[in-house]
């Protein structure tokens, strides 16, 4: 191969910078670290999932097709939609890029408020299109006004995160429907939603706003990230675009019946849930208490701390719980303070781990100054 290779190289695909895979490589190859840096879910799959994937195992020398039955009924959970209304991913981050693909073309704008998820930026970047960020304000709220006046002839996607990750709070209805009333395509990405207080899903919007697109997930609250199953709930235009994008048997057999075991099995799903939202809430009045930490409320399974009274680096924070045997999240790379970390819910035994963790490295920090 010749060293000039590059030359030939889509000029956005070699300006874009890798999306890192360097945490789960970490994670994998050292498994006595305890991982909360991902927002996984700590509790397996279900007997009735493993039984259904082994089932469709069988089945495996056969083609999947695009998940009709799956998307018919995750449409009418989602109040009253079909199938022409749902196309599965590959995961969301499959969703995403289908999104993507299908509105942005290079040089096209793309609005992200952030601090938020980093695939949208990055699978714009990918595809030559332009993302033009949007701060939260100081309280984490949507600058509405902001993301209003940032849009311009060529913004072709809006995308919203609510709850958001890292931040943890639910876009405001008002907020969110002065900004679909601008009439560009917008995504809200409703990877949490399952895990809210009270689950408010904002589906119900698309009849009055067709160009809002809602995207949800299989990895959160159902715990099949590495079974990767997302979903994109939208008007049958739109999705019947998308599915132009999609790659035929983008999610497999063995994924498409994971998918319709977890949504069958409500048992396992409330276990989830519960142990979830338990464990948020006391993962943040434990943090609260340590001196000098902040850590915010949140609706997802993950709970941001502002650490920066430590006068480290999100990194340094990162790699000095490495050593100590828990991998959390650096937030400084994506739009945040120095100091600002994300940490996943674990199970109870997990969270303790955690905390008594980092109760010690706190202390330690302060006895040195
Ligand atoms: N959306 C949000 C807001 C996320 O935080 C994540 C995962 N961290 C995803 C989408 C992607 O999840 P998946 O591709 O596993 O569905």
Not at 159 to 187: E, H, M, Y
Not at 236 to 265: C, E, F, G, H, T
Not at 286 to 298: D, T, V, W, Y
Request: charged share 25%; glycine share 6%.
């Amino acid at each position: 191969m010749s060293a000039d290779i590059d030359k030939f190289i889509v000029p956005w695909v070699k300006a874009a910078a890798p999306y890192s895979d360097r945490h789960m490589e970490f994670a994998w190859s050292h498994p006595e670290v305890l991982r909360m840096m991902s927002n996984e879910n700590p509790i397996p799959p279900s007997p009735a999932v493993l039984e259904a994937i082994q089932r469709a195992a069988q089945l495996g020398n056969l083609y999947p097709d695009s998940g009709p039955a799956l998307r018919q009924k995750l449409g009418e959970i989602a109040g009253g939609f079909g199938k022409e209304n749902v196309i599965l991913g590959n995961g969301s981050t499959d969703i995403i890029d289908i999104i993507i693909t299908t509105f942005a073309a290079p040089g096209d704008e793309v609005l992200i408020p952030v601090p938020t998820f980093s695939m949208y930026e990055a699978r714009a970047k990918i595809r030559g299109a332009v993302p033009v960020f949007v701060p939260l304000r100081p309280d984490f709220s949507w600058d509405v006004d902001a993301i209003l006046r940032a849009i311009s002839s060529k913004t072709k996607l809006i995308f919203l995160c609510s709850p958001n990750n890292p931040t943890g709070i639910q876009i405001p209805l008002d907020d969110l429907k002065r900004i679909l009333s601008a009439g560009i395509p917008t995504v809200v990405d409703e990877a949490y939603y399952e895990l809210e207080n009270e689950p408010r899903t904002l589906a119900y919007l698309i009849r009055e706003y067709p160009n809002m697109i809602i995207s949800r997930t299989f990895s959160k609250a159902y715990g099949l990230a590495g079974l990767r199953v997302g979903y994109a709930i939208a008007d049958a235009k739109v999705v019947d675009y998308m599915m132009r994008v999609r790659i035929p048997w983008n999610v497999s057999l063995l994924a498409l019946a994971a998918a319709q075991a977890a949504l069958d099995d409500e048992a396992s799903f409330m276990e989830k849930r519960r142990t979830i939202i338990e464990g948020r809430q006391y993962l943040c009045e434990e943090i609260n208490k340590i001196p000098g930490l902040r850590a915010f409320p949140s609706e997802g399974n993950f709970v941001l701390i502002d650490a920066s009274s430590l006068g480290k680096t999100s990194e340094q924070i990162r790699d000095e719980l490495i050593e100590r045997k828990v991998f959390i999240r650096p937030m400084s790379p994506h739009h945040m303070g120095q100091g600002f970390v994300r940490v996943t819910v674990g199970t109870p035994e997990q969270n303790e781990f955690f905390l008594r963790v980092l109760r010690a490295y706190v202390a330690e920090i302060q006895a040195q100054r």
